[in-house]
């Protein structure tokens, strides 16, 4: 069991513990001394130990030490002032990595994946210095209490996330109430992210693109473009800029014989059926 100790008495690890305080003292008068610890008796000094992530309506949320926490929970705060608690989560360790790559790399990590037309193919991560922290999502995920709707479907394999992306991306799915958001995935168990190589340490992913009929389906920009709902994607994008993403990967559309490109994306190949979000300028707002 993990432990604290506190001024030599062991603890056990849980959301609250109480300490209390005796005075002792030769230069204490004895009646003034059980006065007075006869009212410290009656105070209980509430030792918290942090271990929830409040995720803000306006873009932000609260700095955590997730330094030897084996879970951490979320509470989301609406601007009716309601407040919405989103469930607990194991944290798990996993290796930090540097880098990833398609090609054969000596001392990088080797892991097998298949691609997406079932053919296996092997990607490489170079190791870095120190431990990353991971939680796994629990999909699909839909709440709804009063006004707040937060729905996420499931499409991944890789199902972990780092804890402050995974609050950052909360908060952005419940900037708007799309029944049809769905998840490509993050990363791995194990910090990889197999068959990306740019997914590792859980703050990049992918979405499928919203569609106009918001059916649970992939959708292809390239081929069918008038199927793409626009204005819900600007809207995601935009929800993800405010809690902290920079900026993403799409690829450019043609529609009635002209091109254009989402906002704040890139035109990237192979990101015709999803929206990837960049790891390299991710900055949650802290409160
Ligand atoms: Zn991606």
Excluded at 82 to 110: P, R
Aim: net charge neutral; aromatic share 12%.
């Amino acid at each position: 069991m993990y432990e604290n100790t506190v001024s030599g008495f062991k603890v056990d690890k849980r959301d609250t513990a109480k300490l209390y305080l005796k005075i002792e003292g030769d230069d204490i008068e004895t009646e003034e001394e059980e006065r007075a610890n006869g009212v410290l008796k009656n105070i209980a000094f509430k030792l918290e130990i942090a271990n929830t992530i409040h995720i803000y309506e306006y873009g932000k949320i609260s700095k955590l030490n997730l330094e030897g926490l084996k879970k951490v929970k979320y509470r989301y705060y609406d601007n009716n002032s309601d407040v919405h608690d989103l469930g607990t989560f194991e944290i798990s360790d996993a290796q930090k990595w540097k880098n990833g790559s398609k090609y054969k790399k000596t001392g990088w990590k080797k892991i097998t994946s298949t691609d997406n037309d079932g053919s296996s193919i092997n990607r490489y991560y170079e190791y870095d210095s120190g431990k990353i922290k991971l939680i796994k999502f629990k999909l699909p995920i839909s709440y709804q209490k009063k006004d707040l709707k937060i729905k996420l479907n499931d499409n991944p394999s890789r199902e972990y996330i780092n804890p402050e992306a995974y609050a950052c991306l909360i908060g952005a799915i419940a900037d708007n109430d799309f029944p049809d958001l769905t998840l490509n995935g993050f990363t791995s168990a194990d910090g990889t992210s197999a068959p990306s190589v740019t997914h590792y340490n859980g703050i990049a992913g992918d979405f499928r693109y919203l569609r106009k009929d918001k059916k649970v389906q992939t959708l292809h920009i390239n081929t069918s473009p008038n199927d793409l709902d626009v204005v819900r994607q600007d809207k995601f994008i935009d929800a993800l800029m405010k809690f902290g993403w920079g900026s993403f990967l799409s690829y450019d559309i043609t529609l009635n014989g002209s091109s254009f490109r989402l906002e704040h994306t890139e035109h990237k190949p192979h990101h015709h059926h999803h929206l990837h979000l960049n790891k390299e300028d991710f900055k949650p707002n802290y409160k």
